[in-house]
């Protein structure tokens, strides 16, 4: 019988290897001289250090900005915090910067029968969001990009 507490799934061994956060220790590593001998350990940094771990998302994902952001995060307040204030932005660019295939590929797995909904792929989504990209300006907040 299950007990809370207990331990319901494991990776493998090149699962955690493939994993975008083993990649990303491993860029922290390189590029910011940090080592994380866990999860935990890194968990705790984004935690103490919240500034430098949000920046360092930002650069891990090469953030493509027309403006760069003056500051990652104004005040540590709840509601009310303001993030990367003075960035500009395009989000569609940067979603599609990151287009690594054209290939279909689930979002979501099954669960006892019900449909899989299927993500419909980097060319399909492109010519869906594109044309409406460069016809939306939806003003945004100072310090919310």
């Given at each position: 019988m299950?007990?809370?507490?207990?331990?319901?799934?494991?990776?493998?061994?090149?699962?955690?290897?493939?994993?975008n956060l083993?990649?990303?220790?491993?860029?922290?590593?390189?590029?910011r001289g940090l080592s994380f001998d866990s999860y935990a350990t890194l968990w705790q940094w984004s935690v103490d250090e919240l500034e430098e771990f949000w920046a360092?998302?930002?650069?891990?994902?090469?953030?493509?900005?027309?403006?760069?952001?003056?500051?990652?995060?104004?005040?540590r307040i709840m509601p009310g915090a303001q993030w990367f204030v003075g960035a500009r932005l395009n989000y569609a660019e940067n979603i599609f910067a990151k287009q690594t295939t054209t290939a279909?590929?689930?979002?979501?797995?099954?669960?006892?029968g019900e449909a899989?909904?299927?993500?419909?792929?980097?060319?399909?989504?492109?010519?869906?969001?594109?044309?409406?990209?460069?016809?939306?300006?939806?003003p945004m907040p100072a310090g919310s990009a």
């Open positions: 299950m007990q809370e507490g207990d331990l319901l799934w494991q990776p493998d061994a090149q699962t955690i290897e493939d994993a083993t990649h990303y220790m491993r860029w922290l590593q390189a590029t360092s998302v930002w650069d891990y994902f090469a953030i493509k900005a027309s403006q760069p952001y003056e500051s990652v995060l104004v005040k279909t590929r689930p979002l979501a797995p099954s669960w006892k899989l909904w299927v993500w419909p792929g980097w060319t399909e989504t492109k010519v869906e969001v594109l044309p409406a990209a460069g016809s939306v300006s939806v």
